[in-house]
């Protein structure tokens, strides 16, 4: 069966910009999770979507947000986007929440803020 | 975060052994997973510990000690397609999943 998609795999945005990354699961999987990855600090949590409703949220500032659909796919969005935000961006779904289990990971969205 | 901790680089030699450790916060732990990321590519699962013990896998086991909030990863018969990134993640009551930085293994031959 397919794996997990992320889109797009690579962009480049300027400061104060904003973007939006769009996540599809597994079929038949309800929960989604993201993860920022820089090299050295590993992968930070970001937020956790289950059947529709935000499960958890990590440490994050409010530019940092995402929904998920009813169809389970996700999106999040980073608005006035900072250097800083220069990361890879990964997404990955599981069956039932996502510290129950498996994770499947997408390829990532690799973000580059100029 | 919930500090956990895994050296950054290890280094070893094709057909040897190589153990990673990982160490973490034991208060509200639930447990532990491992994960490999070759680069540029997605992390992908390798085991899940909530009880204590070892469990084996092929060449790769890993081993938990809840009391002691450490857990180890153990790669047999290394091979040069080990080389990667080995990620200890840990859960928590608060139920999110904590990864530590990573520990790169370098496989020479």
């Known amino acids: 069966k397919a794996g997990v998609t992320q889109t797009p795999r690579y962009l480049i945005k300027t400061r104060g910009q904003q973007v939006t990354l769009s996540c599809s699961p597994i079929s038949g999987h309800r929960s989604v999770s993201w993860y920022q990855q820089t090299p050295g600090q590993g992968l930070q949590f970001l937020f956790e979507y289950f059947s529709e409703t935000q499960r958890n949220k990590g440490n994050f500032p409010g530019r940092f947000s995402g929904r998920q659909f009813s169809n389970s796919r996700s999106e999040m969005n980073v608005s006035t986007l900072e250097l800083g935000d220069s990361a890879l961006y990964l997404c990955?779904?599981?069956?039932?929440?996502?510290?129950?289990?498996?994770?499947?990971f997408g390829e990532g969205s690799r973000l580059t803020v100029l | 975060g919930q500090n956990i901790d895994q050296p950054t680089e290890m280094t070893a030699t094709e057909g040897a052994i190589v153990q990673i450790n990982c160490t973490y916060q034991?208060?509200?732990?639930?447990?532990l997973f491992w994960y490999q990321q070759h680069a540029g590519e997605a992390p992908t699962f390798l085991s899940y510990n909530v009880l204590d013990g070892l469990e084996e896998k092929g060449r790769f086991s890993s081993f938990l000690s809840r009391s002691k909030g450490y857990s180890y990863l153990l790669l047999k018969e290394l091979q040069m397609k080990d080389s990667a990134s080995y990620l200890c993640?840990?859960?928590?009551?608060?139920?999110?999943?904590?990864f530590g930085a990573g520990t790169t293994v370098t496989v020479r031959a």
């Open positions: 034991t208060s509200g732990f639930n447990g």
């Open positions: 993640a840990s859960t928590f009551n608060d139920y999110k999943l904590s």
């Open positions: 990955a779904s599981s069956i039932g929440t996502s510290g129950s289990g498996e994770l499947f």
